[in-house]
């Protein structure tokens, strides 16, 4: 079953960055030509309408009229203009006095000499018309000359084209660099996010510790909600353990009354068949007893396979612990339990629970499958960086089964006879190793009997 | 032996007391920690055992305060909870073993014997038949200045024996005491058992009779 997708937020973020740009491309590009023509038709402007008002300001007023003395400064002031047509008229009163009489008048009188400017389709072109008005008194009487200096601006339209493309330019490349800026920000920005689905994915099937690495304040409510799933899972799991303890002592209890009571009907019976019945109620219970005493603790090691607190743990103390406990156990069979121990500490990085499971499982194994008065010896010794146990007994051996049919749950080898057992013990032993990156081998040893291997990786010195 | 018994359930007690008793040791129940703790008050106990869950608390607390007070009575704890994280719990907190229910009764015995021996045992173990000095603790016979070391099973059996001097005791009664329940056994064992037992005795003025079609019995020379 697949989630149904929600567009992907890095796509969505990147659409957003890029349009983002494309506007910004946009508006700069219209800035830059808005500007640049302003700025252009802004200096074309000044030497139009300073020429224009050095013109007007060369007519002077003669005898019934007026007379324009056009002086070479504002010649060539109007030759700077480069390839543009010039258009001029000179206007005293309503009588055009020079010039084109048709160019287009200003709306209204411009006053004295400051230069009114527009723009006008004249002729078959569009032209840039600057007005200057003055005074005149020509026959005493007061007259308005009007000059305009028209100006076709073929050229700067050329030149604000080549800006406007430049500008176009300029935009597009400020588009194409927001590509990859906005990509890496949309990769930069969802960091946070692929490293806590790396965290989090980077655990182990059974890691359920609360997820504490550095997010920022907006992943915080979803690490919240996590933390809180995880913490509500491992409270499942404990109730888990709980209820493993309080199966174990539901069953153990009245067990334990049952064989003590048949033990007992035992001694006081003198019927021989009763006897026998009664042996094998008591064996029954034993069984009974083991399986679920193996049954618990195979959920128990798998309950801490889960939750591993590893911590460290030095092997030889553990070791010398559970032989002193078994030698009661190895006494009744008149066995010799024997520890070797290694040269030098071995501190392993591991669950001392599951270590000791594992241990006492072989050791239980070594007891229960070896005559009486034979030898059980368990030895340590540190090999390349490993803590390895062995150990070794004199019993039955394996008869050639296989190492992953025996550690197969409730798989038993094919000469375990009348012996008890639940086919759990080298499951046990097998999955609390793996649990801990260790490792178990089972091998007939020389002679008679088995020898089974433990490793642990040593801790780094 | 003379053992205090804390545990609950009394049907279980009264099983576990009543099987002690056949072995001839003196039990006292406490069905709380406080009546455990008043039994402590007025007697000795060679050992105590121990339940963990008990109306009044954790039996692992009882030990706690039990080993604060300096008492030297050595506790096997009796567990029946999940065995693996209890037992290591059980030993942290000051039990010298622990056993797990149901138990085999040799099993308790053996780990009894083990916890008193690391104590420096107690002195009133000794018993005498005949001229032999039997310490079932020490497993060792001795006859006159002669001691003898005893294999563990050797010295179950002469422990039968003593316990029940002139008593026949039949192949199967010894048998039932001195093997596990889940453990193969010739017919000959006790035979072999026996037999080297004799041998041990060899000097003494205690016998092993052989009583045809019913066992053997100890006797006085």
Request: charged letters at 25%.
């Amino acid at each position: 079953m697949t989630a149904r997708r929600a567009p992907s937020l890095r796509r969505r973020l990147v659409v957003q960055l890029l349009a983002l740009a494309a506007v910004l491309a946009v508006l700069l590009f219209a800035a830059v030509r808005f500007s640049a023509e302003r700025a252009s038709e802004a200096t074309l402007d000044a030497i139009l309408g300073a020429a224009t008002i050095a013109m007007a300001e060369e007519i002077r007023s003669a005898e019934g009229g007026a007379v324009i003395d056009l002086s070479p400064g504002t010649f060539s002031m109007l030759a700077a203009m480069g390839d543009e047509r010039i258009f001029y008229r000179v206007n005293l009163g309503a009588a055009t006095l020079t010039g084109y009489d048709d160019l287009p008048l200003p709306e209204a009188v411009p006053a004295a000499l400051a230069p009114m400017f527009y723009s006008t389709p004249y002729r078959d072109t569009q032209v840039r018309i600057a007005a200057v008005s003055r005074s005149l008194r020509i026959d005493n009487r007061p007259a308005t000359l009007l000059v305009l200096v028209g100006q076709t601006r073929a050229g700067q339209s050329a030149i604000a084209q080549g800006l406007a493309n430049r500008a176009a330019a300029v935009g597009l490349v400020v588009f194409l660099l927001a590509v990859p800026l906005s990509l890496l920000a949309a990769d930069n920005l969802l960091r946070p996010i692929a490293r806590l689905a790396a965290a989090v994915g980077r655990r182990g099937p059974h890691d359920l510790r609360p997820v504490r690495a550095a997010t920022p304040a907006e992943l915080v409510p979803l690490v919240v909600a996590l933390n809180s799933f995880i913490a509500r899972l491992r409270g499942t799991l404990a109730q888990t353990e709980t209820f493993i303890a309080e199966a174990a002592h539901h069953i153990r209890t009245p067990l334990a009354v049952m064989r003590t009571e048949a033990e007992m009907a035992l001694h006081h019976s003198g019927d021989e068949a009763t006897r026998a019945r009664l042996r094998r109620l008591i064996r029954a219970v034993d069984d009974s007893a083991r399986s679920a005493g193996q049954l618990l603790d195979h959920a128990t090691v798998l309950y801490r396979a889960d939750q591993q607190t590893p911590a460290e743990v030095e092997l030889g103390a553990l070791a010398l612990a559970l032989i002193e406990r078994f030698r009661p156990t190895a006494e009744m069979k008149d066995m010799r339990l024997t520890l070797v121990p290694a040269a030098v500490a071995l501190w392993v990085h591991g669950d001392a629970v599951l270590i000791e499971a594992a241990l006492r499982n072989l050791i239980d194994n070594a007891i229960k499958y070896s005559p009486a008065e034979t030898e059980v010896t368990l030895t340590l010794a540190a090999q390349a960086g490993q803590a390895v146990i062995r150990c070794r007994d004199h019993g039955r051996g394996v008869a050639g089964a296989r190492l992953e049919a025996l550690t197969s749950r409730f798989q038993r080898g094919p000469n375990v006879g009348d012996v008890a057992g639940s086919g759990l013990g080298l499951t046990i032993v097998s999955e609390a190793m793996a649990a801990m990156g260790g490792d178990f081998a089972l091998d007939a040893a020389e002679g008679e009997g088995t020898c089974a291997t433990l490793s642990l990786p040593l801790r780094a010195a | 032996m003379r053992f205090l018994l804390v545990e609950d359930n009394r049907e279980l007690a009264a099983s576990v007391a009543a099987r002690l008793a056949l072995d001839g040791h003196g039990v006292d129940q406490a069905h709380t920690l406080a009546q455990a703790a008043d039994c402590l008050a007025c007697a000795g106990y060679d050992l105590i055992l121990l339940d963990i869950t008990l109306p009044d608390g954790d039996g692992r607390d009882f030990l706690a305060r039990h080993r604060r007070a300096e008492h030297q009575t050595p506790v096997i704890v009796m567990t029946a909870r999940s065995a693996v994280s209890d037992r290591v719990d059980a030993l942290d907190t000051g039990a010298d073993d622990y056993i797990t229910k149901p138990f085999d009764f040799a099993e308790l015995e053996a780990r009894c014997r083990a916890v008193l021996r690391r104590r420096g045992g107690a002195a009133q173990t000794l018993r005498r038949y005949a001229d032999v000095v039997f310490d079932p603790l020490a497993a060792t016979l001795s006859v006159g200045d002669d001691l003898r070391d005893l294999r563990s099973r050797e010295m179950r059996l002469f422990e039968l024996f003593v316990s029940a001097p002139g008593r026949i005791l039949s192949k199967e009664h010894l048998c039932d005491r001195l093997f596990s329940f889940s453990e193969p056994v010739s017919d000959n064992a006790i035979e072999v058992y026996v037999g080297r037992l004799r041998k041990k005795l060899a000097g003494s003025r205690a016998r092993i009779e052989t009583v045809r079609g019913l066992g053997y019995r100890l006797t006085e020379a």
